[in-house]
């Protein structure tokens, strides 16, 4: 009991302590708009303010600005106008209702100064110290004024804007002003730079965090940088006195302590006399023989105590790290010495509740435990640089990061040009590495992303500067796309051109990989904004959707699909278009782990994305949320530190012919595998096993390519048309992937049958038969009009059609409902797979806008949610007093190749003979006729001009 009431005083003797060294300025503060940007003429910090405003926090938070209208001059391209002219959308141009397509809406924004003002009361514990402003992350430039006095401005996207205002204040009460400015010219970094667009934070005006003020000794600690060298079992540490006119004395120690097995490490002293006082001093910290090491298996971290002492003044800092290296090896990341390959997600700075990211450390330890559920090891941080507790948290979590400078100097900047921003860049990095150096996960840096301009030649000097400076961590350019040049001076690529799937144009596999792509590179590329695969919009995310951002973009498409007769499509469409895109991500990755020498991915991205269109790329939602259509244990089958891979040249086969597949492992674990049993086995959809066995048991290394056997399974005893599923796993490890492959009658036989007239248009002889109640099977082609404005292709929409204007393709997919009888020999999901490549890979399509509100095809077509127009590849219907269905799938050509196609065929000529043809729809001939002879408008039929053009410019 006496040892828990002496633990209770000295808790509080300490938070005493800290409160006459801190005094939190967290609360009411008076405040004024200066929309006409005349306070500093007119003295607005001699003058009391209007209103009233707590921080910390943004203008949005509070409700302070102005709604949203079509005249709203936004921070940020457009490329799609066609929402200001489309008749369909008026009703979210009403004023009252204003919503967009492009991005979340704001239920309040305001881009300009704005003025903050409270007192301040100084202790008189104070006098003779240094008093420090310190304001955590403001939103862009802030100035300072005390008692009327202007201290300064500062600018940093990055990092804290710290103020000293020693000679300003005295102890007693003095006021404190505060004018925020957000107009992007306040940083210059470009207007879609994710630090500042509306495309995703959104561009606020307030200060988030921390603020306070605190105090120093004048004699302090003005940086301390840690420098691991584990290799030699010490820490190199550099610290930065202010302050000092004599002799000092320094003192180090450190402890682990957030590991199962505690570390200390002994305290070391070293005086400097007058004569060894420098700008930098270092000191050489003895971690001994158990220091503990961190990576993404073992985030262990170390808390150093530095304390300066002089005379009779002293300043004790404390300062978080790892002991790790981060290195490059020819063509590959090497952690502590261990090859690494990085499992990346790009994060931009989507955080819909508060428009801003956050700044608590659990939050952010929520999003990275997510990601590693997920298999993912790293994050790109898009043209921004996360506030501290990011770094904290993916310390704490084990994740490799890369901030970048907070830029996308594109559009409306370039760089090299001798622009601001060539200059800000570079300081703004500066202050990236001294305020955020010493966390461990810091372990890459770029300037930012996809610049213009002269800026090969920028960053190749940025690269070299910060080679020389800072071997904490490694460095490349900028994060590029795939029509950027080479970056010379790069110590690592991140560039586009190297990723995707080929099944535009070829069927799929799983024997190619990117090696051909890499063979003249030389340093380790990571592949930039991997995937990119879109998901239909989840509408049941609206009601989330309860901070800053509303989800307006989504209530829009919602209404299209209403409106184009498909109320209640939107969970079905999601879930289809969702195993489409799961599809996708899993052969692209793996496509990725079959390449030699390919050092990681950085996927755009596991989470949603809400500007630029509206780009629904993430199998989670914005909010890390999963959607339901695959979870983090299928993800990881394919995504992991160990990933089974199988290469095989098809997935569909005839039943004369013997599945064959090499089997690999790519193997990124802490430690090799020792004597790794690697097995298999095969099954159908219920479960019955037809195969398994041993493929091979043998030590794995670290790396990829890691060949283990074959599988030869003939396939001559399937007794009919079937899917099929491989697993592979090694034994005793949760390392398991899956594939299914498709089995089909090595023969087909189309009884002749008169009573179904085959044809490819709706001729007299289709017209006569349907008159007189016969059935009829058109297999329209390419004959359709009415949809061929409609670009399907088997992968779904890339980023999404509105901010590459209507780019193809623009379908995600199909729906089906699989239990239809038409399907009762053609094994099919709800949603596209493998097989269906052969048969949906740019088969033209039908449109129904005009088949009625009901009506329904039997193999859907999933439209671009910008448009959400009723389409399909095949249909049935009562026509006349006759049957009819009509499809626009290629079900004759090749048969003796196309067995896909064949089968189809046979399931539905079977179907059409059986006693289940019975449609339950009836759509009149004309309606029929049309699809050969209607034509529909442009889908940027209402698009005239870029809103970058249309909007007024900003004063």
Same mark, same amino acid.
């Given at each position: ?24 300025? =967290? ?141 300003? /204040? ?9 004018? +925020? ?41 003005? $940086? ?46 070293? =005086? ?29 971290? *170390? ?8 005379? #009779?003044?002293? $300043? ?228 989330? *959707? ?25 969970? $079905? ?126 030590? +794995?290394?670290?790396?990829?390519? #890691?060949?283990?056997?074959? /599988? ?31 089995? *089909? ?211």
């Amino acid at each position: 009991m006496r040892k828990h009431i002496f633990v209770f005083y000295l808790l509080l003797i300490t938070q005493l302590l800290h409160a006459q060294n801190v005094i939190d300025l =967290a609360g009411e503060w008076s405040f004024q708009i200066d929309k006409e940007n005349k306070g500093i003429d007119e003295k607005w910090y001699a003058h009391p303010l209007n209103d009233k405003i707590n921080l910390p926090g943004s203008m949005p938070e509070k409700l302070k600005g102005e709604r949203p209208s079509l005249q709203t001059q936004w921070t940020g391209s457009l490329y799609d106008s066609s929402f200001y002219y489309n008749p369909e959308l008026e009703m979210f141009r009403r004023t009252g209702n204003v919503k967009f397509p492009f991005f979340l809406t704001p239920e309040r924004r305001y881009v300009g100064a704005a003025w903050y003002k409270r007192e301040i009361h100084i202790p008189s514990s104070w006098k003779g110290k240094r008093v420090i402003l310190f304001l955590e992350r403001p939103h862009i430039e802030t100035t300072v004024w005390i008692n009327n006095q202007r201290i300064g401005s500062q600018n940093s996207l990055s990092t804290p804007h710290e103020y000293d205002i020693t000679a300003a /204040v005295r102890p007693g009460t003095s006021t404190l002003t505060l004018r +925020i400015d957000n107009h992007d010219s306040c940083a210059k970094v470009g207007q879609n730079s994710h630090s500042i667009t509306d495309h995703t934070q959104g561009n606020w005006n307030g200060v988030v965090g921390r603020m306070y003020l605190y105090v120093l000794p004048e004699i302090s600690f003005k $940086d301390i940088q840690v420098f691991p060298e584990p290799d030699k079992q010490q820490a190199r540490v550099r610290m930065v006195i202010q302050g000092h006119k004599s002799p000092v004395q320094l003192s180090l120690k450190a402890e682990s302590f957030n590991s199962g097995i505690p570390h200390h490490v002994p305290e070391i002293t070293q =005086a400097f006399s007058k004569n060894d006082l420098k700008d930098t001093l270092e000191m050489v910290l003895p971690m001994g023989k158990d220091v503990q090491l961190w990576d993404e298996f073992h985030p262990t971290l *170390y808390k150093l105590t530095a304390t300066l002492t002089q005379a #009779n003044q002293s $300043d004790t800092r404390e300062v978080e790290f790892g002991m790790r290296t981060f290195t490059i090896q020819g063509r590959w990341f090497y952690v502590n010495g261990r090859k690494t390959m990085l499992r990346g997600t790009v994060e931009n700075c989507d955080f819909p509740l508060t428009g801003y990211p956050p700044m608590d450390v659990e939050s952010w330890e929520r999003v990275f435990r997510i990601c590693r559920n997920y298999g993912l090891n790293h994050m790109r941080f898009h043209s921004y640089c996360p506030p501290e507790a990011a770094f904290k948290a993916a310390d704490r979590v084990g994740f490799y990061l890369q901030p970048e400078g907070p830029s996308w100097p594109n559009h409306d900047v370039r760089l090299g040009q001798g622009q601001y921003i060539d200059k800000y860049l570079l300081e703004e990095t500066i202050r990236m590495t001294q305020r955020y150096g010493n966390y461990a996960s810091f372990c890459m840096l770029a300037c930012g992303n996809e610049p213009s301009g002269g800026w090969v030649p920028w960053v190749s000097r940025f690269v070299d500067y910060w080679k020389a400076k800072d071997s904490r961590r490694v460095y490349t350019g900028a994060s590029v796309g795939g029509g950027w040049a080479w970056q010379p001076k790069s110590q690592y690529h991140v560039k586009a051109g190297v990723r995707g799937l080929n099944w535009k144009s070829k069927r799929p596999e799983t024997m190619t990989d990117f090696r051909e792509y890499l063979d003249t590179v030389k340093q380790p590329f990571v592949s930039h904004e991997t995937g990119q695969w879109c998901v239909f919009p989840n509408f049941n995310e609206i009601k989330k *959707y309860t901070g800053v951002n509303k989800a307006g973009n989504f209530e829009i498409f919602q209404h299209l699909l209403h409106t184009h007769g498909m109320e209640g499509k939107g969970q $079905d469409f999601m879930m289809a278009s969702g195993k489409l895109q799961a599809l996708c991500y899993k052969h692209e990755i793996e496509r990725t782990l079959r390449t030699p020498d390919y050092a990681g991915f950085q996927l755009l991205a596991l989470n949603d994305y809400s500007g630029q269109g509206t780009a629904l790329v993430g199998i989670l939602d914005v909010f890390f949320e999963e959607k339901g259509y695959i979870n983090a244990e299928e993800w990881r089958r394919f995504c992991a530190p160990t990933v089974p891979l199988l290469r095989t040249e098809k997935f569909v086969y005839t039943t004369n012919e013997t599945f064959h597949a090499n089997i690999e492992i790519a193997h990124f674990g802490a430690e090799p595998l020792q004597a790794a049993k690697v097995c298999y086995r095969i099954t159908d959809a219920y479960g019955k096993v037809y195969s398994h066995g041993v493929i091979g048991q043998t030590d +794995i290394p670290i790396g990829n390519l #890691n060949h283990i056997g074959q /599988v030869d399974f003939p396939l001559k005893d399937i007794p009919s048309a079937m899917k099929l599923n491989i697993e592979v796993q090694v034994e005793g490890t949760d390392a398991v992937n899956d594939w299914d492959f498709w089995v *089909y009658p090595e023969s087909v036989d189309f009884a002749s049958d008169e009573t179904i007239y085959q044809t490819d248009t709706l001729d007299n002889k289709a017209r006569k038969i349907l008159e007189k109640g016969g059935k009829v099977l058109i297999k329209a082609g390419k004959k359709v009009t009415y949809g061929k404005e409609v670009v399907q292709y088997f992968t779904p929409v890339f980023w999404n059609t509105s901010w590459f204007k209507m780019r193809p393709p623009h379908t995600t997919g199909i729906l089906l409902n699989p239990h239809h009888p038409l399907f009762q020999k053609f094994p099919t999901e709800y949603h596209s797979n493998l097989q269906w490549w052969e048969l949906l890979n740019r088969a033209p399509i039908m449109q129904f806008s005009d088949f009625g509100k009901d009506f329904q095809p039997l193999i859907q077509s999933i439209d671009t949610w910008f448009i959400s127009r009723k389409i399909g590849v095949l249909f049935e219907a009562n026509v006349l007093n006759g049957k009819l269905i009509m499809t626009t799938l290629d079900l004759d050509s090749a048969p003796e190749k196309r067995i896909v196609a064949r089968q189809l065929k046979k399931s539905i000529l079977d179907y059409m003979n059986s006693d289940d043809f019975h449609p339950e729809q009836r759509v009149e001939i004309q309606q029929v006729q049309e699809l050969f002879t209607k034509v529909a408008g442009s889908p940027m039929l209402y698009t005239k001009d870029s809103p970058d053009e249309l909007k007024p410019k900003i004063k």
